[in-house]
């Protein structure tokens, strides 16, 4: 399958289950893989601009092989994409993204992207990247300092995976999630912070004002 055949098999399937692509974000200076930022207008069904990768799936990522068992598994967990979504009120003009309050979901996207090619390692669901060690704030205007690699709990299910040619290409959502709840999962397991997100109806809908879940756990 060529490139042009490639991207084209990504945008219909976008274009079918999340909307029209009203703008991209093109990657200026590529490191390893090409990450453009596919933007998917508000809609009156999804009032608020989704935004996703493509690109990151050119390259198969390195996934482990604990369990001989699991080599079956391998093929359906090599490929993905990212997505993310912002409320109507951020700005997606390129002139404001020199302020980190408003670039920093644009910049871990393409970071997120490129880091199991970077590191000959691979992302999933449920695993969680911190900023620094410790945490760091990504931005002034935010404390979440970390993420979670989760189901795109906004969109049909039917979208989650894609098959172009021999690829399974995977869409996971990305959560931002403060210290509190990176440290929830570390003491008490995945599904101690599954279980207090969903409480939250936590989604992949960044909200900078939501309350931090990990405090009184």
Not at 53 to 69: F, H, L, W, Y
Not at 111 to 118: E, F, S, V
Not at 206 to 213: E, F, T, W
Request: contains cysteine; hydrophobic residues 40%.
């Amino acid at each position: 399958m060529s490139e042009e055949e490639y991207i084209d098999a990504i945008s219909k399937h976008i274009v079918q289950h999340v909307g029209p692509v009203t703008n991209v974000l093109h990657e200026v200076a590529p490191d390893i893989v090409h990450v453009d930022i596919l933007v998917i207008g508000p809609r009156e069904e999804r009032p608020y601009f989704t935004l996703l990768t493509c690109g990151m799936s050119e390259r198969a990522m390195r996934v482990p092989i604990e369990d001989p068992d699991d080599l079956a598994l391998v093929p359906e967990l090599r490929f993905a994409e990212l997505l993310l979504c912002l409320p109507t009120d951020w700005s997606l003009d390129p002139t404001t993204f020199r302020d980190e309050s408003n670039y920093w979901p644009i910049r871990w996207l393409k970071r997120l992207a490129r880091l199991p090619h970077q590191h000959e390692s691979w992302l999933g669901l449920g695993h969680t990247i911190p900023n620094g060690d410790p945490p760091q704030p990504f931005a002034s205007n935010t404390q979440f300092s970390g993420w979670l690699v989760d189901e795109p709990v906004l969109f049909p299910t039917e979208f989650q995976k894609l098959r172009v040619g021999e690829k399974v290409i995977n869409f996971y959502g990305i959560v931002p999630l403060f210290e509190e709840e990176m440290t929830l999962k570390l003491r008490k397991g995945s599904g101690a912070l599954s279980h207090v997100l969903d409480a939250g109806q936590v989604s992949e809908l960044i909200d900078v004002q939501r309350k931090n879940l990990g405090r009184h756990e």
